[in-house]
């Protein structure tokens, strides 16, 4: 199987099932840097073997367990990796990710596991699991050398490891208080995320603005006395996650 758009061109398998000797079970993956005979007058004579699996998922996974064999040839690389991404405003967001590169030949069998770094509170709704025989390209611009041709990597036992949540979750909040207000408003959430407040006057008119993270004190002894609208808004996405009025007096 050769999972690159060149496979109408000739171009030689790259990715096979592997019956002889699986980890456990009945096969294992096998991907292999191949020759393109057919490319080499584009200058594209080399095929990396590469495993890309994009699928609808809802969880945050801490890790990410597999068992591999590997043959990478003198100065190439193989790469196992994980992204967890959430679409926002038709733009992908990278939430987690974890990866693993070796340019050691792993002749036996070995267990290996990925811990994720997250780099944001929300919720994916995608995860992408990404192979590669040849990864020197990939990883450090060919700084040591570019794909060769045998370099081999097998797979096998792919396990996604999600912590039970043994606690319900609390639902989103966000405070302001108090209400009625004098010279500060303080705000207060349970969202990891970065946040930020606009207020308005009743005519619609911006009076003021701030950042903030879990809690913040807000000082509005710039406003005179009235009614107030706020609005909050992530600052990852742009999205409008809570709006209410409140009062200031003097």
């Known amino acids: 199987m050769n999972t690159s758009d060149a496979s109408e061109y000739d171009a030689p398998a790259t990715m ?15 991907l292999t840097t191949a020759y393109w005979e057919t490319g080499s007058s584009s200058g594209l004579d ?8 994009q699928s609808i998922y809802t969880k945050r996974p801490k890790s990410f367990e597999f068992s591999y064999k590997s043959n990478p040839k003198l100065g190439d690389e193989v790469l196992v990796g994980i992204q967890l991404t959430k679409t926002i405003n038709d733009s992908i967001i990278v939430l987690g990710e974890g990866f693993f590169t070796t340019n050691q030949i792993q002749k036996n069998w070995t267990k290996k596991k990925i811990d994720i770094n997250y780099y944001s509170g929300y919720t994916p709704d995608n995860i992408n699991i990404i192979a590669l025989s040849s990864a020197n390209a990939a990883i450090n611009d060919g700084t040591n050398g570019y794909a060769k041709i045998g370099s081999t990597l097998y ?3 792919l396990k996604l490891n999600v912590e039970k949540d043994i606690t319900p979750k609390s639902a989103y909040y966000i405070h302001v208080f108090p209400n009625p207000a004098k010279s500060f408003i303080n705000v207060k959430t349970n969202s990891p995320d970065n946040q930020q407040i606009e207020i308005y006057n009743l005519s619609g008119k911006l009076v003021l603005n701030s950042s903030f993270n879990h809690q913040s004190k807000i000082d509005i002894s710039t406003l005179s006395s009235g009614t107030y609208v706020y609005k909050v808004f992530s600052a990852l996405s742009g999205e409008i996650t809570a709006t209410n009025k409140f009062n200031v007096i003097r």
């Open 16 to 30: 096979f099932k592997e019956t002889k000797s699986p980890a456990t079970g009945l096969a294992s993956i096998k």
């Open 46 to 53: 080399t095929l990396v073997g590469s495993l890309i699996q």
């Open 155 to 157: 797979l096998d036992n």
